[in-house]
Protein backbone atom coordinates (compact mmCIF):
# COMPACT_ATOMS: atom_id res chain seq x y z
CA UNK A 1 0.00 0.00 0.00
CA UNK A 2 1.37 3.32 -0.84
CA UNK A 3 1.16 6.09 2.32
CA UNK A 4 1.57 9.04 -0.59
CA UNK A 5 -1.95 10.60 -0.57
CA UNK A 6 -3.51 10.74 -4.33
CA UNK A 7 -2.99 13.83 -6.31
CA UNK A 8 -6.74 15.08 -6.71
CA UNK A 9 -7.66 16.57 -9.86
CA UNK A 10 -8.64 20.42 -10.19
CA UNK A 11 -12.18 20.52 -10.83
CA UNK A 12 -12.38 23.96 -11.07
CA UNK A 13 -10.66 23.67 -15.04
CA UNK A 14 -12.44 20.53 -15.88
CA UNK A 15 -15.70 20.63 -17.59
CA UNK A 16 -18.68 18.98 -16.08
CA UNK A 17 -20.13 18.56 -20.06
CA UNK A 18 -17.63 18.40 -22.70
CA UNK A 19 -18.43 21.49 -25.35
CA UNK A 20 -20.21 23.26 -22.66
CA UNK A 21 -18.67 26.51 -21.56
CA UNK A 22 -20.34 28.06 -18.30
CA UNK A 23 -21.73 31.59 -18.80
CA UNK A 24 -18.83 34.56 -18.16
CA UNK A 25 -19.49 36.42 -14.34
CA UNK A 26 -20.34 39.76 -14.75
CA UNK A 27 -17.80 42.54 -15.35
CA UNK A 28 -16.40 44.26 -12.61
CA UNK A 29 -18.50 47.12 -12.34
CA UNK A 30 -17.69 50.70 -11.08
CA UNK A 31 -19.35 51.29 -8.11
CA UNK A 32 -20.11 55.30 -8.75
CA UNK A 33 -22.83 53.98 -10.89
CA UNK A 34 -26.30 54.55 -9.78
CA UNK A 35 -28.60 51.43 -8.74
CA UNK A 36 -30.41 51.79 -12.37
CA UNK A 37 -27.48 51.53 -14.39
CA UNK A 38 -25.98 48.69 -12.44
CA UNK A 39 -29.18 46.85 -13.29
CA UNK A 40 -29.27 47.60 -16.84
CA UNK A 41 -25.46 46.23 -17.28
CA UNK A 42 -26.60 43.05 -15.44
CA UNK A 43 -29.86 42.47 -17.08
CA UNK A 44 -27.53 42.79 -20.86
CA UNK A 45 -25.21 40.24 -19.06
CA UNK A 46 -28.17 38.16 -18.89
CA UNK A 47 -29.36 37.97 -22.30
CA UNK A 48 -25.99 37.57 -23.64
CA UNK A 49 -25.53 34.76 -21.34
CA UNK A 50 -29.46 33.40 -22.74
CA UNK A 51 -30.95 34.66 -19.53
CA UNK A 52 -34.21 36.77 -19.51
CA UNK A 53 -33.99 39.03 -17.35
CA UNK A 54 -37.40 39.42 -15.45
CA UNK A 55 -38.12 35.52 -15.59
CA UNK A 56 -34.33 34.40 -14.58
CA UNK A 57 -34.92 31.48 -17.02
CA UNK A 58 -33.69 30.85 -20.36
CA UNK A 59 -34.75 32.59 -23.21
CA UNK A 60 -37.13 31.29 -25.67
CA UNK A 61 -35.44 28.92 -28.25
CA UNK A 62 -36.80 31.30 -31.24
CA UNK A 63 -35.47 34.46 -29.59
CA UNK A 64 -32.37 36.70 -30.13
CA UNK A 65 -29.54 36.97 -27.72
CA UNK A 66 -27.93 39.70 -29.60
CA UNK A 67 -30.80 41.91 -29.29
CA UNK A 68 -29.96 45.61 -28.49
CA UNK A 69 -32.15 48.54 -27.20
CA UNK A 70 -31.82 50.03 -30.99
CA UNK A 71 -33.41 47.21 -32.11
CA UNK A 72 -36.72 47.53 -33.50
CA UNK A 73 -39.74 47.25 -30.44
CA UNK A 74 -41.91 44.58 -32.33
CA UNK A 75 -39.83 42.21 -33.54
CA UNK A 76 -41.26 38.68 -33.04
CA UNK A 77 -39.72 37.31 -30.20
CA UNK A 78 -39.41 39.74 -28.05
CA UNK A 79 -40.87 40.95 -25.32
CA UNK A 80 -41.99 43.98 -27.23
CA UNK A 81 -44.61 41.71 -29.57
CA UNK A 82 -45.99 39.59 -26.48
CA UNK A 83 -49.32 39.56 -25.26
CA UNK A 84 -48.44 39.65 -22.01
CA UNK A 85 -46.67 42.79 -22.25
CA UNK A 86 -48.60 45.84 -21.22
CA UNK A 87 -47.49 49.37 -20.15
CA UNK A 88 -49.28 51.12 -17.51
CA UNK A 89 -49.92 54.56 -16.82
CA UNK A 90 -49.59 56.29 -13.38
CA UNK A 91 -49.56 60.01 -13.97
CA UNK A 92 -47.53 61.25 -16.35
CA UNK A 93 -44.95 58.01 -16.30
CA UNK A 94 -45.68 54.87 -17.98
CA UNK A 95 -44.24 51.60 -16.65
CA UNK A 96 -44.17 48.27 -18.64
CA UNK A 97 -45.13 44.58 -17.20
CA UNK A 98 -45.05 41.41 -18.06
CA UNK A 99 -49.34 40.60 -17.07
CA UNK A 100 -48.72 36.46 -17.17
CA UNK A 101 -51.02 35.04 -14.88
CA UNK A 102 -49.53 32.25 -12.32
CA UNK A 103 -51.18 29.12 -13.53
CA UNK A 104 -51.04 27.56 -9.89
CA UNK A 105 -52.49 30.94 -8.44
CA UNK A 106 -56.68 29.78 -7.32
CA UNK A 107 -59.11 32.36 -8.70
CA UNK A 108 -59.54 33.56 -5.16
CA UNK A 109 -56.09 34.83 -4.79
CA UNK A 110 -54.96 38.25 -4.63
CA UNK A 111 -53.15 40.05 -7.66
CA UNK A 112 -49.96 40.32 -5.92
CA UNK A 113 -50.41 36.22 -6.30
CA UNK A 114 -51.49 35.94 -9.54
CA UNK A 115 -49.13 38.13 -11.28
CA UNK A 116 -46.13 37.63 -9.94
CA UNK A 117 -44.11 39.16 -12.51
CA UNK A 118 -45.23 42.40 -11.60
CA UNK A 119 -44.03 44.52 -8.64
CA UNK A 120 -44.07 48.45 -7.96
CA UNK A 121 -40.40 49.12 -8.61
CA UNK A 122 -38.20 49.55 -11.87
CA UNK A 123 -36.83 45.84 -11.34
CA UNK A 124 -40.00 44.31 -12.94
CA UNK A 125 -40.22 46.56 -15.53
CA UNK A 126 -40.22 44.62 -19.30
CA UNK A 127 -38.21 46.51 -21.91
CA UNK A 128 -39.80 45.88 -25.27
CA UNK A 129 -36.55 44.84 -26.99
CA UNK A 130 -35.74 42.27 -24.53
CA UNK A 131 -35.62 38.79 -25.74
CA UNK A 132 -38.74 36.72 -25.05
CA UNK A 133 -38.73 34.58 -22.43
CA UNK A 134 -40.39 30.91 -22.88
CA UNK A 135 -43.37 31.97 -21.98
CA UNK A 136 -43.74 34.49 -25.23
CA UNK A 137 -47.13 34.39 -26.68
CA UNK A 138 -47.26 36.84 -30.07
CA UNK A 139 -50.34 39.68 -30.22
CA UNK A 140 -50.71 43.07 -30.61
CA UNK A 141 -50.87 44.20 -27.25
CA UNK A 142 -53.11 47.31 -28.41
CA UNK A 143 -55.70 44.64 -29.17
CA UNK A 144 -57.88 42.92 -26.69
CA UNK A 145 -56.87 40.04 -24.95
CA UNK A 146 -59.35 37.72 -26.89
CA UNK A 147 -58.28 39.12 -30.11
CA UNK A 148 -56.32 36.73 -32.87
CA UNK A 149 -53.00 36.72 -32.34
CA UNK A 150 -50.46 36.65 -34.58
CA UNK A 151 -46.82 37.65 -35.28
CA UNK A 152 -45.63 40.75 -36.23
CA UNK A 153 -45.06 41.25 -40.03
CA UNK A 154 -46.72 37.75 -40.55
CA UNK A 155 -48.06 37.05 -44.32
CA UNK A 156 -51.79 37.38 -44.06
CA UNK A 157 -51.64 39.07 -40.52
Same mark, same amino acid.
Given at each position: MDSMPRPVPD?? %??? #?? %?????? *?????? %??? *??? %????? #?RQAAQIRSGIHPLTGGPIHLLADIYARADDGRNLPYRCGSCVFRRVEKWHDTAYPKCWLPDPTAGADAPPSRIYTRVSHGAASDV??????CRDYSPGDTSLSPDAARSLPGEVGA
Open positions: VQ %DTP #LF %DGFEPP *LPPPSV %DPG *LSA %DRRRT #LRAWWPA
